[in-house]
């Protein structure tokens, strides 16, 4: 499986041998503060700089180097300049940026000195990556950027459009489903909504850690795979200051400190989304005699309103803006997001104007031990994210995070407002760090989460539920779940290698709960000869989503169209907690599974013109000049190698989402060991080489090493340079 030199790999050869003497000779970080970019195999930067201003001009221009414009875009919208880059129909979040760059020049001074100094090189990579190719990029982008429009960009948020649809949902129920408020006038900004991670089985993530009781080395491991789409912008990178940081991981594009997950020679992390909820919607009476207050603890409170104005184009030139003035409403329980003529709405949320994102990821960067990954994490500033981390001491964890509201009642969640007369209704103070679900070494040697709730991290230590407050995730333990305890939750020890061949299982594991039923209730149904030949091939069908598998695209076709009759009664047995690891199984309606897959044998015959069809003969990755079979299905259908498709005319499924990035760190008394693969590539740009040159290798189940010693980077170096001053 590891053995991946490719033909072109070996083609390469000569060329490393070549870049040896160049890599040997630069790869100590200059004093000058300039940085060093040495991209190895795969076009995966290693960006050594003597002081953090350095790492983020390298960051940046890197960056923008295999992502071109889309880096450009992300910094003009944090900039607040979209209006005036592209007219009135990009204004919208504008406005929303400056309020956050009105929030960081009132906090940019209260970071760190590193901090600050890899946000304005990140700027500044960024603007020497666009003077340096001014002829070649679009004539709007200019290299304008600054630290604070990067820093603005991790700045936290209030979600005001989701409070505002919870807001109306509840006042058309109230008032029988028909009325509407009689005011609409809150300056509530218009927002496009952040998805709700968790909800869909098929976005997410899955993360696994070993303690080296359960390891053939006896050193920890780590696993970190992300399911997100293939758009979302993982990037591959290392980053050294001699003495100072030293960092492996994805990053993702257009900010210095999108880090998501990775390790240092001591520590390494991943993540998983969870859904946890931030904020609380109150309900406050307005003042009768005065609209602009509000009534509060016995007294009355102004609402504070802000016009914000801010220029658009409408021609070609910068003599061709207009402005347009937008007002805003706020309190200091926070932003206003709907009134009537009697109540006013407002959201109070955990992240709300929270700055200090890249300080926090930094020190996590940064930190040697647990301790001082637990106290970088004592920030808070990360809103969310399931955590599970390892270390060379061999300790495993996984951590619940999120700045979650510490409730004085029961929460509205997102069905209702919470009536608020006084402080004693709204929360004031976050769930502390230690009262957040984790679990710490426990017995069995593992920590898992696939995006669900965090009380089943390891079967040894279940997390009682009844412990946490009631806006702390709850939920079942879905089948990609039980799949991965399957996969790791025995008593054999792993060796990476191993960790990685279990990574990529291929079972489906809903088949293992319902084909029996359905194989018999098929046979007591006097089949038509159509349908018992599609029931001797599902009979004959090993359960998997293999390439070469035969049998799970009639499978998954058929479960498709059953589930979506048979709905909440589609299987006999529902998930339980007394028996969380063998259920949902069964079907609880077996006449009507009959007439799905007699459905499902016409769908196939029509599409394909058999049902003997191959798993990789329709699912394909292709990007470039890369078409190849792979394996991969929806984690609904207790698949562990999360894929997502796109539907093609001619009925073949093109590889789009989920599994994409894949890292595997084993820690080492010397040093990190580590593979990864990256499915889309380093690059975006489809004339680069390094844009489809790890697709195929990502279809067949092979990973690239990780070059992390210095040695083995320079011996490796296709490419040194540095960033065009």
């Known amino acids: 499986m590891f053995s991946h030199v490719s033909r072109r790999a070996r083609l390469l050869i000569p060329v490393l041998i070549a870049a040896t003497a160049l890599g040997a000779a630069s790869h100590a970080a200059p004093s000058d503060g300039e940085p060093i970019i040495r991209r190895t195999a795969y076009g995966v930067p290693h960006i050594s700089a003597s002081d953090f201003r350095g790492i983020g001009i390298g960051l940046g221009y890197a960056q923008a180097e295999d992502y071109g414009v889309r880096v450009i875009l992300s910094l003009i919208r944090s900039k607040g300049w979209m209006g005036r880059t592209f007219g009135r129909d990009s204004l919208s979040s504008d406005f929303s940026a400056a309020l956050e760059h009105a929030r960081v020049e009132q906090t940019y001074h209260l970071l760190d000195a590193d901090t600050r100094d890899m946000y304005d090189g990140f700027a500044e990579g960024v603007n020497r990556y666009i003077r340096a190719n001014a002829k070649t990029l679009p004539t709007w982008a200019k290299p304008v950027f600054h630290g604070h429009d990067v820093a603005a960009g991790d700045i936290g948020t209030a979600n005001v459009a989701t409070a505002e649809r919870l807001v109306t949902r509840w006042l058309q129920r109230s008032a029988g489903g028909t009325a509407r408020p009689a005011i609409r006038d809150t300056g509530a900004l218009d927002v496009d909504p952040a998805p709700l ?59 210095a400190f999108s880090v998501i997950g990775g390790f240092n020679k001591d520590l390494g992390w991943a993540t998983t989304n969870n859904a946890p909820d931030l904020d609380e919607v109150y309900e406050l009476d307005l003042d009768p005699t005065n609209p602009d207050r509000y009534r509060f603890d016995g007294t009355t409170i102004p609402i504070r309103y802000e016009s914000i104005t801010l220029p658009y184009r409408i021609g070609s030139t910068d003599d061709s803006l207009v402005s347009e003035t937008r007002r805003m409403a706020f309190t200091p329980l926070g932003p206003v997001v709907y009134r009537t003529s009697n109540k006013l709405y407002v959201v109070r949320a955990g992240p709300d104007g929270e700055y200090r994102a890249g300080a926090q990821f930094l020190a996590m960067m940064r930190a040697g031990s647990l301790v001082e ?42 069905s209702m407002p919470i009536p608020a007369r006084g402080s004693a209704d709204v929360w004031t103070r976050l769930i502390a760090l230690d009262s957040l679900p984790q679990t710490l070494n426990p017995r069995g040697g593992y920590v898992h989460n696939e995006n669900d709730a965090p009380h089943f991290a390891n079967l040894n230590a279940l997390l009682d ?72 091939v599902l009979e004959q069908w090993d359960n998997t989503v293999a390439p070469t598998s035969r049998g799970g695209l009639l499978f998954e076709t058929w479960w498709r169209r059953y589930q979506s009759q048979a709905r909440d009664s589609a299987y006999a047995e529902k998930w339980s907690w007394e028996k969380l690891t063998s259920t949902p199984r069964g079907l609880g309606q077996p006449a009507r599974a009959v007439d799905a897959f007699s459905w499902a044998v016409d769908d196939m015959q029509r599409r394909y013109k058999t049902v003997d069809v191959a798993w990789g003969d329709v699912h394909r990755v292709r990007r470039g000049p890369v078409d190849e079979p792979v394996g991969g299905c929806s984690g609904a259908l207790g698949c562990f190698r999360v894929l997502s498709y796109e539907q093609r005319p001619d009925g073949s499924r093109n590889a789009n989402s989920g599994d994409g990035w894949i890292l ?14 990256l499915a889309y590539g380093q690059s975006a740009d489809s ?28 011996a490796h170096t296709l490419r040194s340079y540095r960033p065009e001053p």
């Open 197 to 255: 991670f968790g909800a869909d089985a098929d976005v997410g993530s899955n993360a696994w850690a070993l303690a080296p009781s359960r390891t053939k080395s006896g050193r920890a491991i780590l696993l970190r795979n992300p399911h997100l789409a293939w758009t979302a912008g993982y990037w591959e990178a290392h980053v050294t200051v001699p003495g100072k940081l030293d960092f492996y991981g994805d990053f993702r594009i257009g900010s």
């Open 373 to 414: 990954w637990k106290g970088a994490l004592a920030t808070r500033a990360r809103a969310t994210s399931n955590l599970t981390y390892a270390d060379r001491a061999g300790n495993i964890l996984t951590i619940w995070m999120g700045t979650v509201p510490r409730l004085p009642t029961r929460s509205g969640g997102d």
């Open 465 to 536: 539920t009844a412990r946490y407050p009631d806006n702390v995730e709850r939920g079942e333990l879905r089948l990609r779940s039980q799949h991965a305890l399957q996969l790791i939750g025995g008593k054999d020890k792993l060796s990476l290698e191993d960790v990685l061949v279990r990574k990529h299982s291929m079972r489906m594991l809903l088949a293992d709960r319902v084909k029996p039923d359905l194989v018999a209730a098929l046979k007591k149904s006097s089949p038509t000869p159509a349908v018992a030949q599609a029931l001797a």
């Open 664 to 677: 595997a760190v084993e820690f080492g008394a010397r040093a990190p060991r580590a593979y990864s693969v």
């Open 687 to 714: 004339t680069s080489p390094h844009y489809s040159d790890q697709a195929a290798m990502f279809a067949r189940g092979q990973l690239k090493p990780v070059y992390f010693l210095d040695a083995d980077i320079s």
